[in-house]
């Protein structure tokens, strides 16, 4: 991936921070083009698939057919024999550790004697044609003893069910306890509900080039959103200390969860120091599948109870999540739909047990939302069973109950910056609702579309709404930092900044956030993203709805050591104080006169003034494991949604006619984005709610395929009116807020809201099919 660089263009009406800085163009608070925006709808912008070197080599992953069995024999015999083929590995050519992982090391990095999923690595080839290495893989003879599967995540938690892992088949229980430990309410109400597996559905398969450097070191470009821990990963695979182990950002076609885990990364380097020569790596769709992690699957017990005027007395939650075979991130998901699994609303009473569990399903861990987009569901659709019994709208109910500032969250912690969730709802109310089908002789209009399923009969409409939170960065006492390397230089006699960290550009739009803080912060128009590598300390994953915060965080600090360098290097030559100069864009100015006191060009001359920061947000802490009590989290987001909704019922279609959201994000970094952030995640809480699931059947998926695998289109995403709140969190750089996974969390919720509104059906389970709604389901 090259290095961006944008010049500011056309002055803003927002003005810079700070008293030392003069700067109002393309800064913080305006919307400049993305560096990398031109490209990639001109379709040059080159990707991981698009890596080339002329002699590389193609590599191969063999995977197992089958969820569980023992591996007792490998034959690589026939693979080695055919023309083309470099290498043929298996787990006894891994040098160094031979189990990876996120938080646990469980995971093979080629299975050794037992394969826990479908689709588990198991041989590796490389060859000098990818159709080569794929006939090469196909002759490798595995010889299998199948063994019956755990497919539900209740039932492996039982003592008496075999267990997959050495430690049993929990990964983590969270247990939350608040207020008294048998409350009584006036009016209760309960549920059991089911949300099914998500697919990250990035469109940019897994892929990479591993070049070794004729050192006994190695160069990795590749698709990921942690460079860092993924190199930690690979060193200890390989054996290899990090100076040898070099990791380059290459173009992301998407993540949303599913590149924090390894993929091809050990597998192509395993193969290029094998061969001694450049190993290509790309999965095709249906390997993507197999391949990455996706959204847990979770099955929620909820009761709810309050008082006759509709304050909550207390609420009960028991969740279940599906981690699949290995752990990746499932302690964390855990951790936050523990912590968070009752939504953003302020309740005495509390009692939460939240489980992970071992299965042999396909492994899940991170995906947008990240454990409060499964217990969001079960939450907002108890509030409206509890709204019902009381005979209270709706958003009468969230707005009572909902989180102010200076109330409690589950885990005691004090909620110390804005949280308006009532407004939210209010607001959302108060905004029109489109207008019964304005043409009903447009098919579009109606459930079905132009496959001319119906004219209107039997179509009901339902407006629903639900409102949710999540935690921003990393919690529960992780170490959570960026770094960031500024450096202001001359080039062709003007300033130019160069920025440098290894936060992962996933198509947020992170490489134009950090050319806003460096205008703002320099008064300097030209800014350089240089490429993103671990030559660089870490920054941290690209995930959390982190990265504008931490590395946003990590760059004005870095951009602000620089100026006051700059300054004091001015004062210096100047014989002034250094709290009498600023920086403006024609150089150092004096205080208040706006006169050039010396240019850059001359203060600079060949020289560069560079410094690189490590930033970290306010500490969090870990929870007690009995009550769950602790200051887990470091900041929370707000979102809310209103969707309406026709429903044919006679059919089970659902047309989605507007999506509506309001959402507090501190402050507006680069407002086009945030309703980009926004629209996006709205659409993949659309998707979860109505379409999209990966079907697995006995521990096997049967849909590995953008055919069979649902995703919503242009004519599935409906009107988004879109109202931002910026009220600024008092910790956090500029007051921002993470903004790219509330809407996620409650669009889906709202949709499904909308839905039963039309059918007066309780539709418990997401996604939600048209059988679910004619009963043939």
């Not at 991981?48 to 992953?61: F, K, P, Q, R, Y």
């Not at 100047?574 to 006191?597: E, F, K, M, N, Y």
Request: glycine letters at 12%; charged letters at 20%; hydrophobic letters at 40%.
């Amino acid at each position: 991936m090259t290095g961006f660089e944008t010049v500011a263009g056309v002055p803003s009406a927002t003005t810079a921070t700070g008293n030392t800085t003069t700067s109002t163009v393309d800064g913080v608070g305006t919307s400049p083009l993305r560096p990398d925006g031109t490209l990639k709808v001109a379709g040059e912008f080159a990707f991981a698939s698009d890596l080339w070197m002329d002699d590389m080599l193609w590599g191969v992953t063999l995977r197992s057919p089958h969820p569980h069995a023992r591996i007792t024999g490998i034959d690589l015999t026939q693979a080695l024999k055919l023309p083309g083929v470099f290498a043929v590995l298996t787990h006894e050519d891994v040098p160094g550790e031979k189990h990876f992982g996120l938080e646990h090391q469980d995971q093979p990095v080629l299975a050794i004697d037992r394969v826990r999923y479908q689709g588990e690595p198991i041989a590796l080839v490389a060859a000098d044609h990818p159709e080569t290495a794929r006939r090469a893989a196909q002759r490798i003879k595995v010889d299998y003893e199948v063994l019956a599967p755990i497919v539900d995540a209740e039932l492996a938690l039982r003592p008496e069910t075999p267990r997959l892992h050495e430690g049993g088949n929990l990964v983590r229980h969270v247990r939350v306890r608040t207020g008294e430990e048998n409350p009584t309410a006036d009016v209760v109400v309960s549920g059991a509900f089911e949300v099914g597996m998500q697919d990250q559905a990035f469109l940019g398969p897994e892929a990479g080039l591993a070049v070794p450097d004729g050192e006994g070191g190695i160069d990795l470009w590749v698709a990921t959103q942690w460079l860092h821990v993924d190199q930690r990963q690979v060193c200890a695979a390989l054996g290899l200390p990090p100076e040898q182990v070099r990791l380059r950002l290459s173009g992301v076609g998407g993540a949303f969860g599913g590149r924090e885990d390894l993929s091809m990364h050990v597998h192509g380097c395993l193969l290029a120091q094998r061969t001694g020569k450049p190993v290509k790596m790309v999965y095709n769709r249906e390997e993507s599948f197999f391949g990455h992690v996706h959204r847990h699957p979770a099955r929620m017990h909820y009761e709810y109870g309050a008082d006759r005027s509709g304050k909550l007395a207390y609420a009960r939650a028991t969740i279940h999540l599906d981690g699949g075979a290995y752990a990746s991130s499932t302690p964390a998901v855990v951790g936050n739909a523990g912590t968070m699994g009752l939504g953003p609303y302020d309740i005495p009473n509390i009692q939460i047990d939240c489980f992970g569990a071992y299965t042999n399903n396909p492994p899940c861990g991170a995906m947008r939302g990240f454990g409060s987009v499964q217990t969001a569901f079960a939450v907002e659709a108890t509030m409206d069973l509890l709204a019902a019994e009381l005979g209270l709208d709706p958003v009468e109910l969230r707005a009572r109950n909902g989180f102010r500032e200076g109330s409690r969250a589950p885990t005691g912690q004090l909620i110390d910056a804005p949280a308006p969730v009532a407004e939210l709802v209010e607001k959302l109310r108060a905004l029109p609702l489109p207008d019964e089908r304005p043409d009903a002789h447009d098919l579009r209009h109606l459930p079905g579309g132009v496959a001319n399923t119906t004219h209107g009969e039997g179509v009901r409409r339902g407006v629903g709404y639900a409102v949710a939170y999540k935690n921003v960065a990393f919690s529960e006492g992780f170490d959570d930092f960026s770094t960031a390397r500024v450096r202001v230089s001359i080039a062709g006699g003007q300033p130019v900044v160069t920025v440098h960290t290894a936060a992962a550009e996933v198509g947020q739009g992170l490489v134009t956030v950090e050319q806003q803080i460096c205008r703002t912060e320099l008064g300097i128009d030209r800014v350089v993203v240089a490429p993103q590598d671990t030559s660089v300390g870490s920054a941290g994953s690209s995930s959390a709805s982190r990265q504008t915060y931490v590395t946003g965080g990590a760059v004005k600090a870095a951009s602000e050591s620089v100026r006051r360098l700059l300054l004091t290097s001015a004062a210096t030559r100047l014989g002034r104080r250094r709290d009498d100069l600023q920086l403006a864009p024609g150089g150092v100015v004096l205080d208040g006169s706006g006169t050039v006191a010396i240019t850059l060009a001359d203060l600079l001359g060949d020289d560069h003034v560079e410094d690189t920061v490590e930033w970290r947000h306010r500490p969090t802490h870990p929870i007690d494991p009995e009550t769950g009590q602790g200051d887990a989290h470091v900041q929370y987001a707000f979102a809310a949604h209103r969707a309406v909704v026709d429903v044919d019922v006679e059919l089970g279609l659902v047309k989605v006619v507007e999506l509506a959201c309001v959402q507090d994000v501190g402050r507006a970094m680069h407002p086009q984005a945030v309703v980009g952030q926004i629209q996006g995640g709205s659409a993949q809480g659309l998707g979860l709610a109505l379409m999209e699931e990966i079907q697995v059947v006995g521990g096997r998926i049967t849909n590995p395929s953008f055919t069979d695998y649902l995703i919503p289109t242009i004519l599935d995403v409906p009107p988004m009116p879109i109202e931002v709140l910026e009220y600024a969190d008092p910790h956090a750089p500029y007051g921002l807020r993470g903004v790219g996974e509330a809407p996620t969390i409650s669009s889906g919720p709202a949709v499904a809201a909308a839905v039963r509104a039309a059918t007066g059906l309780p539709l418990s389970r997401v996604p939600i099919r048209p059988g679910d709604i004619t009963g043939t389901g």
